[in-house]
């Protein structure tokens, strides 16, 4: 059965997207001073879902975006709690970490919020499309029949593809994942403005949006961060007892941990993002640190998935294989993670060993464990190098004869 998609009519002007506030007030305040400066009026400033979720204002941002009167649709948290259920629906995985702390943030949001947020939350439709210039776009949380599907760059592209063909839509506007991207998929458009109530796990507090226009006819995006006054969101997080873990993100911008994550998005922790196509600006980091020169630039690690740009079968055929290797099967994700470790140094990977030191330290590896794990790779490396002494042995015995 369709799941109704609430039609908005044209819009025109500049479009300022966005997602993911998860009742940081702070964030919030800052991003509408930013449609402010920009001249965006509200009806022009969209909201992929999660108003409301880990931070400790959820009615006070509520209150905040209603007077604001920007467009949202209902994110898994407003459809959760529009039907009074007691779970996020986050489609967190059972007994991790995520899971573990919706069960503390969840039943907090749900007990700040008044009766009258808890009515206009009810309202708020699940899907709207629109007509913006020669373009059908509409807007999902996490994927059109499935909200709480977590739709990254590197995965889910049949999904996506349903996804444009069920809704005949030019353009996505997708949220949920928490991370800023766009992809082209046989001449449409995803977007995904990122999130602005939590940091983008690039190791930076900037937090992310989107500007959408048309120029000469044609449609042009950009991805932009802002920084707000992160310390306040998270001292109220502490002063509430919601997840630590959560509110220290807010000052460390990387994740607590990665469970909800494909592969190749792993590898990006703690690297801040640059964002630079032709349709885009480079959002350089605020940064007092210089990096020294060289061949090896970590940000590289972050165009990985670029490889699909100049063969896109065999790039997606390989992302698609390279997930499926890393899923837990006869051996567990944590034994995956030091074979990987080892093989990234006998092949002498250094984004391979930054991915998979990091990967390893959030599945619990200890700094012994990944030595040993190197030793072994050494180890095997070595022992390859001196078995191949007995085809010398051999050829200059036959020579010398």
């Not at 210089?290 to 970590?298: E, F, G, I």
Request: aromatic share 10%; glycine share 8%.
């Amino acid at each position: 059965m369709d799941k109704e998609i609430t039609h908005i009519g044209t819009k025109n002007g500049k479009l300022l997207l966005f997602g993911g506030v998860y009742s940081n007030l702070q964030a919030l305040e800052q991003l509408i001073g930013i449609a402010d400066t920009e001249g965006i009026t509200p009806e022009n400033c969209i909201c992929t879902g999660d108003i409301t979720g880990y931070c400790a204002q959820p009615e006070e941002t509520i209150e905040l975006f209603r007077e604001w009167g920007a467009l949202s649709i209902a994110g898994n948290v407003e459809l959760q709690l529009a039907n009074d259920s007691e779970d996020c629906g986050c489609d967190f995985k059972a007994g991790g970490r995520c899971d573990s702390f919706s069960k503390l943030w969840f039943p907090y949001t749900k007990g700040h919020l008044s009766k009258e947020s808890l009515q206009w939350i009810s309202e708020v439709p699940e899907y709207i499309s629109f007509d913006y210039g020669d373009k059908k776009i509409t807007v999902v949380h996490g994927n059109y029949r499935n909200t709480s599907e977590f739709v990254f760059k590197s995965n889910a592209n049949s999904s996506k593809e349903k996804c444009f063909t069920e809704t005949k839509s030019d353009v996505i506007i997708a949220g949920h994942c928490g991370l800023p991207f766009h992809q082209s998929i046989k001449e449409q458009l995803w977007l995904n403005p990122g999130v602005i109530g939590m940091p983008a796990n690039d190791g930076t507090t900037r937090v992310w949006y989107m500007i959408l226009e048309i120029q000469q006819g044609e449609l042009n995006y950009t991805h932009r961060s802002f920084e707000y006054d992160h310390t306040t969101a998270q001292q109220l997080m502490f002063k509430n007892h919601l997840p630590e873990a959560y509110a220290d993100t807010l000052t460390s911008g990387n994740w607590d941990n990665m469970e909800i994550l494909p592969e190749l998005e792993k590898m990006g922790q703690g690297i801040p993002i640059s964002l630079d196509t032709s349709k885009q600006e480079t959002i350089a980091p605020k940064t007092n640190k210089k990096m020294a020169d060289s061949y090896y630039d970590p940000k590289d690690l972050r165009k990985f998935g670029k490889i699909t740009e100049w063969s896109e079968e065999l790039g997606t055929k390989f992302f698609d294989y390279y997930g499926k290797v890393f899923e837990e099967g006869a051996l567990s994700a944590r034994e995956k993670s030091l074979i990987a470790l080892a093989v990234s140094h006998v092949v002498k990977c250094p984004y391979c060993i930054d991915a998979y030191t990091k990967d390893g330290l959030q599945k619990g590896i200890t700094k012994e464990e990944m030595m040993e794990a190197v030793h072994v790779g050494a180890a095997i490396e070595s022992g390859a190098t001196l078995v191949h002494g007995v085809q010398m042995m051999n050829k200059y015995d036959k020579l010398s004869m």
